[in-house]
């Protein structure tokens, strides 16, 4: 371990406030904060400032302003485009100048639906830079979860774009919006569209606005102060339940914790380039893509493509060797996909990876033969670590940027300074050392970490309820020997398919929702690609055949309700679901069968011969 990691972990446990408030004076304040944390008010209550001067302006005034702030790099457009921190002050004041002309102001919601383009960027800081809350939704839900997003959060105005592109395929966006707005009980006042050159979607008279058209009436805006505390953004993610959870994100917490992890764990310097493959629609993509890197005085990288297919898996070294960058972080399932296409790495060794000193994955478990292949081709640190949208940012990790260079293929990595670990079993007490049980984080956690859930001060206040004083991840762990916090899987329904957080739950009612479905069980099976991929098992009513195109109807559902990214495309109906003697279904049980693990009838079955039945189904469907 190293000292200074030795010396930080220390005094962040020691002394948080003051550990905190120290790291604070790497941004700029119109009142520094003389509070550290409070159970009520969270970190930094007392002081005043705002997010988008400390990612830009202050680089400007400092001097930086020729210096890259933004590279766009899009193979699907085949464009490349830089932005100077300079001209990113231009074109976001200009932006927030357009949102302020259409009646946005400080504590006002705007939704975010756009693809992977500058712009989108533009907005999100647009609306820091006004004191406005952001909410970004993935391009890759349906309608109903858009208009779920829109109905909680309640929005002035919808941003959005003509269409999104995914590999080779163009999506179209307006209808989607249109068919959203259909669904939704809030109206907004206006949705503001920017055509792109690949589509030209139709626009809906009065309600609709032509962004270059709204743009060009706009008057540059400049900064406005607001409290730490203050909602800097709402960003839904999936819970237990159909209802999505809106993690609340504060301005002066977020903006210390995204400051010093560039430093501290990636090692990032100001003037150096960082690039996180992620997508603006996930957490990674807010902190890593646009936040952090941006605070920090660092150049970051836009990709608007995928791994493989956009239009090779050599795409991201070529990226990396173009661009200069030094340090890149995307999600395991993406050096699968890379893997699959590329065993042998040829691409990496035709081009190289230039500068670059490290890679690091999160979003779900790095499985130790990924590490190691990458490890083989690149001849760099590969470093897991591990976070969730809900903290905003690495809690567990090997934090490079302290001169640490422990890691463990397999392992997250160690508690980041800020965060105490404990492993509890179902009673609240520490287990063993070694054991497995429920990983959770003494309070009070590092700044960045959320503040409440929107609208859902119940739903926030159940996460400390489990075990009182601690944050319940829903993630199950272990601390080895040596240290290492190993992540091994979720306590509840969430699933991690390719790096995106879905809830089986969700998809259950989804699937219940069929006409001919009396009851099903959606489960997480492992893939050799995605990590995970979900699959569901459905039972049907008393009179209702199975038809060859019933499968086809579920899954069609899912992707209608939910989205594509979903990704279900096994569905089984069977003649009944395992279940305990109190009927509760075995899911457990069902993931086992589905991973072609060997199962043990449980004792608390009810009905063990349907067990043998759905194996045999599953054998021969292949
Ligand atoms: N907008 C619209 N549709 C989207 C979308 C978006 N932003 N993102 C995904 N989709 C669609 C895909 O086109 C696909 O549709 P299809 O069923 O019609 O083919 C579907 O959702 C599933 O997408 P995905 O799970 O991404 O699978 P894929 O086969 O297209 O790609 C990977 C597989 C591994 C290459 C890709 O998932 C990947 O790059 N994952 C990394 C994710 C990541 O970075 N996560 C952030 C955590 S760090
Ligand atoms: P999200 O909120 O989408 O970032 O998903 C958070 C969840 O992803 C965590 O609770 C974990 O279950 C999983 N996860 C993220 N990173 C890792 C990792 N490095 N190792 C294991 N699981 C991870």
Known sequence: MSREYAASYAASQSDPDGF???????????????????????????????????????????????????????PVTGQTRHFSYA???????????????LGVAKGDRVVIYMPMIPETLFAMLACARIGAVHSVVFGGFAAPELAKRIDDAKPKLLLTASCGIEGQKVIPYKPLVDHALELTTHSIDHVVLLQRPQLAAEMTAGRDLDWQTELAKAQP??????????????????????????????????ATALAWSMKHIYGMAPGETFWAASDVGWVVGHSYIVYGPLIAGCTTVLFEGKPVGTPDAGTFWRTIDKHDVDV?????????????????????????????????????????????????????????????????????????????????????????PGFHFEILDEGGHPVSHGSSGAVTIRLPMAPGCYATLWNNPEGYAKAFQTFPGYYETGDAGHFDAEGFLNIMGRTDDIINVAGHRLSTGQMEQIVASHPAVAECAVIGADDALKGMIPMAFAVLKAGQEAHANMQGEIIALVRDDLGPVAALKDVHIVEALPKTRSGKILRATLRKIANGETVVTPPTIENADVLDRIMRQLASSG
């Open 20 to 74: 905190w408030l120290n790291a604070a004076r790497a941004l700029d304040w119109e009142r520094a904060p003389t509070q550290g944390w409070s159970r009520q008010e969270g970190w930094f209550a007392d002081g005043i400032l705002n997010t988008c001067h400390n990612a830009i302006d202050r680089h400007v005034e400092a001097g930086r302003g020729e210096q890259t702030a933004v590279i766009y790099e899009s």
């Open 87 to 101: 001209e990113l002050r231009d074109e976001v004041a200009r932006v927030a100048g357009m949102l302020a002309g």
């Open 221 to 254: 805006t400049p900064c406005v102060p607001v409290a730490s505390t203050d909602p800097l953004y709402i960003l839904y993610t999936s819970g237990t339940t159909g209802t999505p959870k809106g993690v609340v994100r504060d301005n002066g917490g977020h």
């Open 328 to 416: 890149f972080f995307t999600a395991p399932t993406a050096i699968r996909a890379i893997r699959k296409e590329d065993p042998q790495g040829a691409f990496v060794t035709d081009v190289g990876t230039g500068r670059l000193r490290a890679m690091f994955l999160a979003g779900e478990r790095a499985d130790p033969d990924t590490i190691h292949w990458a490890e083989d081709q690149l001849g760099l640190p590969i470093i897991d670590h591990w976070w969730q949208t809900e903290l905003g940012w690495p809690a567990i990790a090997t934090c490079l940027g302290m001169g640490d260079t422990r890691r463990k293929a397999g392992s997250a990595g160690f508690p980041v």
